[in-house]
C-alpha cells in the first residue's frame, strides 16, 4: 500500500536552529508532492509544493525542500526557524493515480 | 475570498445521535473533499467530490457516514448514528483541481 512516513514526530529547536524534517514515500511511479503546515489553533495551510522541474522548492516563510527521487524523500528545511513556527508540519504525496496521502506529521517547538 | 467555511467550529453530541457539518467551499472551486484527524490514524480522505458528483468515498468508514453535495457552494457530512469513536476533527478542503487544496478551520466533534 502506498504511504507517507515522516520520522520525526517531534522537534524542538532553539531559535535560530536550522530545521530538516524528513520525509519519505513508497510509490514507485510519477508523484506530487507537498508540504503544509498547521499552527496552533488554525486549519492546514500549503507551504510549497512540488510537480515537476527543479527538483528543489522554495515555500512560504523561507521554507524549502528537495525532492530527491532515487531516495523517494521530499525533505523540508528552513536555515533559521523562529518562534512562530511552532506548528505541526504534514507531507503529503500524490500518485499519479491515486489519493493524496498524508504523513502523520511533525511538531515542531521553538523555543524562544 | 473568505476562504472555506465550515460549520460548527465545535460539535459535542451523545451517542447514537445524527450528527451534520456543513461546509461552503471557495467560490469557484470545482473539487470539495471532506478529511477526518485524529491522533491514531492522522490525517485521512474521506471523500471527495467534482462539480457536485462524488467521485471517491472510499475513505468512508462505513455505512454510518454519508456525504452530499446539493450545489456547488455546499455540502454535508453526515454521522447516524454517531459512536464515541467518530469523535475527531474534521475538515473540508476545496481546490480548483485535485492537487490545490484549500482548507478551512475544520470541526472538532466529540461524541460522548
Known amino acids: 500500500a502506498q504511504s507517507v512516513s515522516q520520522h520525526n514526530h517531534h522537534v524542538i529547536l532553539s531559535e535560530a536552529a536550522s530545521l530538516e524534517l524528513g520525509c519519505n514515500y513508497s510509490?514507485?511511479?510519477?508523484?506530487?508532492l507537498f508540504w503544509y503546515v498547521q499552527y496552533p489553533g488554525q486549519h492546514l495551510q500549503l507551504l510549497l509544493k512540488?510537480?515537476?522541474?527543479?527538483?528543489l522548492v522554495k515555500g512560504i516563510k523561507g521554507f524549502e525542500a528537495e525532492f530527491i527521487k532515487s531516495k523517494f524523500s521530499f525533505n523540508l528545511r528552513k536555515p533559521s526557524v523562529q518562534w512562530s513556527d511552532t506548528a505541526e508540519y504534514f507531507c503529503?504525496?500524490?500518485?499519479?493515480?491515486?489519493?493524496?496521502?498524508f504523513g502523520q506529521g511533525t511538531t515542531l517547538q521553538v523555543k524562544p | 475570498d473568505a476562504g472555506v467555511i465550515q460549520s460548527p467550529r465545535h460539535e459535542v453530541t451523545e451517542m447514537g445521535q445524527e450528527v451534520t457539518l456543513r461546509c461552503k467551499p471557495i467560490?469557484?472551486?470545482?473539487?470539495l473533499f471532506w478529511y477526518r484527524q485524529t491522533m491514531m490514524r492522522g490525517l485521512e480522505l474521506l471523500i471527495y467530490?467534482?462539480?457536485?458528483?462524488?467521485?471517491?468515498d472510499s475513505g468512508m468508514p462505513e455505512d454510518r457516514f454519508s456525504a452530499k453535495m446539493p450545489n456547488a457552494s455546499f455540502s454535508t457530512l453526515k454521522i447516524q448514528p454517531s459512536e464515541p469513536r467518530d469523535s475527531a476533527v474534521y475538515f473540508c478542503?476545496?481546490?480548483?483541481?485535485?492537487?490545490?487544496?484549500?482548507f478551512g478551520p475544520g470541526t472538532r466533534l466529540t461524541v460522548l
Open positions: 467530490f467534482n462539480n457536485n458528483v462524488p467521485i471517491d
Open positions: 510509490y514507485g511511479g510519477t508523484v506530487n
Open positions: 467560490s469557484g472551486h470545482d473539487y
Open positions: 478542503a476545496s481546490g480548483s483541481s485535485y492537487n490545490e487544496q484549500f
Open positions: 512540488y510537480f515537476s522541474g527543479d527538483p
Open positions: 503529503a504525496v500524490k500518485p499519479n493515480t491515486g489519493k493524496l496521502i
